[in-house]
């Protein structure tokens, strides 16, 4: 018999995820929102997408702290008359959530616990509990993913000298969604559909996968970062939140930004700046990290310093870092538009 | 330095909530969302309430499993408009929650995390994450809290023979919910306001506290349930599915019911069957248990038997327990109607 030993509280909010040390090891928490007409729409989106997403998003928070997702909570609010119950449940996952209320349905609800259960297969990550109840408006989704970390990494700890690192090309989601935007309907990528367009579609698939249904995966191996967090509000706002827990500065370099050849094709078709994607377009699901030591298979785009956020760009003319990126309640743009910084008014940066 | 165990799921969807082992301890994890329109209406209810009732109703399913509640997380989807920024924040949980994404609000914001931050404090839960977003529609909270079990109690588990016990009073949160759809308005309980009504206000005032800002506290003590599960959705349907999920019926007594002078009067007074009440409320936040052995300090209310679920009442008649309770999806009525089957189409019982 092992001692009990209390539970301790290593951190609490502010970063990617939560921390509890529980019989000796560092448990990780997190829990993510998405809502109807704010972080999806379903012009745009299939539930499959939705719920595939919502997942995502959530390990994204565990994986930004070096820990492994392995369980998870789910919660749906839906308007009744889009889950009507449906005659075939199979007995999965589904049935036992849809059981926990009476809610089923030909419409929204099985394709969206199809989505989940996709995602949480390909997480390895097991469905433990939530909660269904009906709602008066629109459709409300949200998750609470528990992990494990030998050694969480967090925001705070990045040390000046340190180089700054992501996993992953930048604006490829952003860029996805002006693309959707463009197409205004739902894409099936999930059922193989195509779309015929100017642009081909081997330029459109990957950047509009990467908008509708990320797949993400563990940011570094081999490495101890100093400092990491998910690039999930764009890669501007993020990082000034990074540097903000460290108490530093950063200098980013806009040649050494990680871009698709697909992005790139895209946004000069639709004459967006792949730099503004790439930079304000958040969605990204990315790892920012910073390391002393030089760190193979992730990009450096910079390093740390000891104040102030500047941006070099391929003039190699120094300015400020562009303020961008998505925050709820300060500003007057959708979710949605939060790539197309002009249409939303300037914004407080308050984290 | 311990062992890492590896993590075990010890239970998963279905009861009050889950349970992981976790370096040789029982973790529970339990989530519950309310919905503007559907479990709260701001006609009805101060935005402290709301906060404050969020809590407990995550608490009751912690101490529903014989656990001790400790941890939160929070989230919060509110409308731009309703989540106005405040110029005046002291440094609490609020202000992180706050500063987590821009909300603040001289609105429902501020008042609401009021609450949760009372309810925490008398639960000494800490509130250790959370996510806030704005919403399109109406305002959607949810809690997902943490808590700790030696020996989890399952609503599976009782046994035939078992005598059936519950906590407290019945029926008196729907009671204070009938009041409260004459007084029409919202009692500012959590500031001392009282009402005049030919209704003496020490049989009022019970019973809206009840209902607007329930507080619960741990089941049992010196016993070990054989199976033990909260009274939320109404004493009909909960018994219903603890009996389903032990595989065992139960009998009821009318004259044991447990009920509060002040319900009788007001019930009286209101012209409902207190009897009603207290079998399909709901909101009772007490808890249903079983026990082969006599239990003092909770009211025995019948006992469990082979099979079938009967109900005696006052004269000695046995009959088929009334099917009642709220279920999302499969009746027609809200959540605040649930009190009153008559205003509800006949639900269907899958859970």
Chains 1, 2 share one sequence.
Not at 122 to 127: A, G, I, S, T, W
Not at 175 to 189: K, T
Not at 329 to 341: A, H
């Amino acid at each position: 018999m092992l001692p009990e030993l209390p539970e301790e509280l290593i951190l609490g909010i502010g970063d990617d995820a939560a921390v509890l040390r529980i019989g000796g090891r560092d448990v990780l928490f997190t829990t993510d929102v998405m809502v109807e007409g704010v972080h999806f729409d379903m012009a745009f989106a299939t539930p499959f997408q939705v719920g595939h997403k919502l997942v995502t998003v959530n390990v994204s928070d565990i994986y930004a702290m070096a820990g492994r997702p392995a369980y998870m909570l789910l919660t749906m609010s839906i308007p009744a008359h889009r889950a009507t119950v449906s005659s075939d449940l199979p007995a999965t996952v589904r049935s036992d959530l849809i059981n926990m209320s009476g809610a089923g349905g030909s419409g929204f609800v099985d394709e969206f616990l199809d989505g989940v259960a996709d995602a949480l297969s390909l997480y390895n990550v097991e469905l433990i509990g939530g909660d269904v109840t009906s709602s008066q408006g629109g459709i409300s989704v949200s998750a609470t993913v528990i992990g494990f970390a030998d050694a969480p990494v967090l925001r705070k700890g990045a040390a000046p000298g340190d180089r700054l690192y992501v996993t992953g090309n930048l604006g490829d989601s952003a860029c996805g969604l002006h693309l959707l935007q463009r197409i205004n309907r739902p894409v099936v990528i999930e059922r193989q559909e195509t779309i015929n367009s100017p642009l081909p579609w081997q330029v459109m698939g990957p950047l509009l996968h990467r908008h509708l249904m990320p797949v993400v995966s563990a940011p570094v191996t081999g490495v101890r970062p100093n400092a990491m967090m998910d690039v999930s509000d764009g890669l501007s706002i993020d990082l000034r939140r990074l540097c903000t827990e460290s108490g530093v500065g950063a200098r980013v370099y806009e040649t050494s930004l990680p871009r698709s050849v697909e992005m790139i094709e895209a946004a000069t078709f639709l004459g967006i700046d792949p730099t503004m994607l790439s930079l304000c377009g958040g969605e990204d699901y990315q790892y920012l990290f910073t390391s002393p030591e030089p760190v193979s298979g992730s990009w450096c785009i910079g390093e740390i310093t000891d104040g102030g956020l500047f941006f070099i760009d391929s003039d190699n003319k120094q300015r400020e870092l562009v303020r961008c990126g998505y925050e709820h309640f300060t500003s007057d743009c959708k979710e949605w538009d939060r790539s197309i910084p002009s249409k939303c008014k300037e914004r407080k940066q308050n984290q």
